[in-house]
T-cell receptor, first 112, second 115 residues
Framework: AQSVAQPEDQVNVAEGNPLTVKCTYSVSGNPYLFWYVQYPNRGLQFLLKYITGDNLVKGSYGFEAEFNKSQTSFHLKKPSALVSDSALYFCALDFTGNQFYFGTGTSLTVIP | EPEVTQTPSHQVTQMGQEVILRCVPISNHLYFYWYRQILGQKVEFLVSFYNNEISEKSEIFDDQFSVERPDGSNFTLKIRSTKLEDSAMYFC?????????????FGQGTRLTVV
C-alpha cells in the first residue's frame, strides 16, 4: 500500500543554518512526490515536485528536495534558513493522478 | 496570484445538523477536490470532482457526504447529519489538469467543530 511518513513532528533550526525536513514513502509504482507548506491561516502552498529526471528538484523560496529511490526518501532542504520559513510542511505522494497521500506534517521553527 | 478560497474559516455545529462548506476554486481549473485533516492526523482524501460528477472517492466519503458545483464558481461539500467524528479541518483544492504529477492548489481550510 502507498504511504508517506514524516518522522519528525517538529524541527528547530537556527537562522542561517541549513535545514532538512525528512520524508520517506512507500509505493508500488513510480512515485510522484510533492512538498507543500502551510503558513498560519493560509492554505497548503505548493513548493516543489518530483516527477522524473534529475533527483535534485528546485522549488519556491529557495527550497530544494532530493529524491533518493534506494532509500525511498524525498527530503526537503534549504541551504540557509530564514525566520519566515517557520511553518508546517507536508510531504505528499501521488500515483493515481487523482489524489494525494499526505504525511502527518512537520512543524519547522527557525530561531532568530 | 490566484488562490482557492474557502468559507467559513470556522464552523461550529450541533451533532445531527447539516453543514455546507463552500469553496471557490481557481477560475480556469477543471478538477476539484476535498480533503480533511482530523486534529493530529494525516490529511486524507475525500473526493475528486470533474465535469460535474465525482471521479473518485475514498471510503470516508459515505452517504452522509455530497459535493456539488451549483454554479460556475462554487464547489460545495455537504455533510447531511454531522457526527462528533466529523470534526476536522476540511481543505478544498483544485487543479488545472489531472494525471500523476499535477499539483493541486489548496484553500486555507474550514475548521468544522461538531458539538
Amino acid at each position: 500500500a502507498q504511504s508517506v511518513a514524516q518522522p519528525e513532528d517538529q524541527v528547530n533550526v537556527a537562522e542561517g543554518n541549513p535545514l532538512t525536513v525528512k520524508c520517506t514513502y512507500s509505493v508500488s509504482g513510480n512515485p510522484y512526490l510533492f512538498w507543500y507548506v502551510q503558513y498560519p491561516n493560509r492554505g497548503l502552498q505548493f513548493l516543489l515536485k518530483y516527477i522524473t529526471g534529475d533527483n535534485l528538484v528546485k522549488g519556491s523560496y529557495g527550497f530544494e528536495a532530493e529524491f533518493n529511490k534506494s532509500q525511498t526518501s524525498f527530503h526537503l532542504k534549504k541551504p540557509s534558513a530564514l525566520v519566515s520559513d517557520s511553518a508546517l510542511y507536508f510531504c505528499a505522494l501521488d500515483f493515481t493522478g487523482n489524489q494525494f497521500y499526505f504525511g502527518t506534517g512537520t512543524s519547522l521553527t527557525v530561531i532568530p | 496570484e490566484p488562490e482557492v478560497t474557502q468559507t467559513p474559516s470556522h464552523q461550529v455545529t450541533q451533532m445531527g445538523q447539516e453543514v455546507i462548506l463552500r469553496c471557490v476554486p481557481i477560475s480556469n481549473h477543471l478538477y476539484f477536490y476535498w480533503y480533511r485533516q482530523i486534529l493530529g492526523q494525516k490529511v486524507e482524501f475525500l473526493v475528486s470532482f470533474y465535469n460535474n460528477e465525482i471521479s473518485e472517492k475514498s471510503e470516508i466519503f459515505d452517504d452522509q457526504f455530497s459535493v456539488e458545483r451549483p454554479d460556475g464558481s462554487n464547489f460545495t461539500l455537504k455533510i447531511r447529519s454531522t457526527k462528533l467524528e466529523d470534526s476536522a479541518m476540511y481543505f478544498c483544492a483544485s487543479s488545472q489538469g489531472q494525471g500523476s504529477g499535477t499539483e493541486a492548489f489548496f484553500g486555507q481550510g474550514t475548521r468544522l467543530t461538531v458539538v
